[in-house]
């Protein structure tokens, strides 16, 4: 009877844990988002920047996410883009002001609590793979809470006007699915729910496309059903192909991308670049725009699109030494700053806790990696296969977010989005069987 009793007892201590690891977060981003967003209360939610708001406007009134405008540096030339911007922003943005209309505090708190329920399962995953150790378990639990407590995350979960404040959502749920879940890929649902996530990822960014594939790889080499792996590879090939035909239908041409990818291109390869990158505290590039637009004049998304993408391969052809020197910057702001680069600056103890933030969020990622790497080099243990699969993949999935923002220019919020997977990727290691093959600790050696 004792062991019974003392069993139900933890069994209601695991279900408190697990109340408080799914409660904290939303009341902390919640905190978060009206701290952020409650000075633009009177502010229309179709004035976002970023093109948000008028895709937002022309999706409510029925005209799909289009907008004409002259903010990409075309003074004078005003473009009709059909195909700049990826579905889910402006499409999430909608449904909050259906239901709370022009209201920007409460469709921000919406965004905010729709996006955090990829993340909530991504926590669920890991509670159900705690370790016993008390150190672990702890440890694990600090993982799980800890980027709540990292500005440059909570940017991403309350933030409207960006795409990583909606792609972040979707990497965690997938990245936990394949790190932590021990069952849940063995079926048909657990393969829809991760194509699910997979599709929603792209559909927040295009970008993200090469990030789609390593995820996707991952899952095929832990899937050993030839018939679910088929499944989850057409579920997943169905948003790439389905935006392509959507792009076709709209703006004339089949594409995975958007017709911002030009300039985005070459605003990170132009011959200015080196002397406006990194941009000042508070500054972006977007000003640049009609720098590299002086003198142009187009008849549409595409042959604006081409444009940009031509003049930035032709600098990379002919410069290739400013071109390395600006990599070199890019490789610095992903991976090594700790300061935030391209949004709004802070001063005081409000940039002294952004730095603060970016040093756990380095360190975290830094101990992931070189974990990673550890256990790819280290001699292959008959049994460990899901790990080395999740140390690949997780390798894989930092090149695969970071590329798009090497080739073009890299903000802080381009690698935010790889706090919570570094979270994730830590907690696997952590929960790891106390045990290895020989009898020993696995974590301990």
Known sequence: MPSIAGGL??????????????????????????????????????????????????????????????????????????????????????????????????????????????????????????????GSRLMVILLLLTPFLIPAFLADVTNLQVDEGFSYSFLAMASAMLFLDRDGLRGVRGAVLFAAALD????????????????????????????????????????PAGWALHQHHTSGRYSVGTSFDGINLHKGNNAGFLQNYPPTHGDSLDWYDFELNRGMSFPDEWSFNDYHRRAALQYLRTHPRETLSGDLRKLRILFFTVEKYGSTANSGAGRLIEIGGMLVFRLMFWVAT??????LLRQRLEGDRSLR??????LALVAASTLPYLAGFAYTRHVSILIYPSALFCCRLLCEPERDYNGRGMLTG
């Open 389 to 394: 699969v999740a140390a690949a993949t997780f």
């Open 200 to 239: 929603a990822l792209y559909l927040s960014k295009s970008g993200m496309l090469a990030a789609v594939l390593v995820l996707l790889g991952g899952f095929l080499a832990l899937e050993r059903q030839p018939k679910l792996r088929w499944l989850l590879v057409l579920l997943v090939a169905a948003a």
């Open 9 to 134: 007892d933890q069994t209601k201590q695991d279900r408190r844990l697990l109340l408080v690891l799914l409660i904290v977060p939303v009341v902390v981003s919640l905190a978060a988002a009206w701290t952020l967003d409650h000075a633009k209360a009177n502010r229309s939610l179709f004035s976002i920047t970023n093109l948000v708001g008028p895709t937002t406007q022309s999706l409510l009134a029925g005209r799909g996410i289009t907008v004409c405008t002259e903010d990409m540096g075309t003074r004078g030339n005003p473009i009709c883009f059909h195909a700049a911007r990826m579905p889910v922003t402006a499409t999430t943005v909608a449904w909050g002001i259906r239901i709370f209309g022009d209201r920007y505090v409460s469709v921000a708190c919406f965004k905010t609590i729709l996006l955090l329920l990829p993340v909530e399962l991504a926590i669920y995953l890991a509670w159900c793979r705690l370790p016993r150790p008390f």
């Open 370 to 375: 070189v974990s990673a790497i550890v256990l």
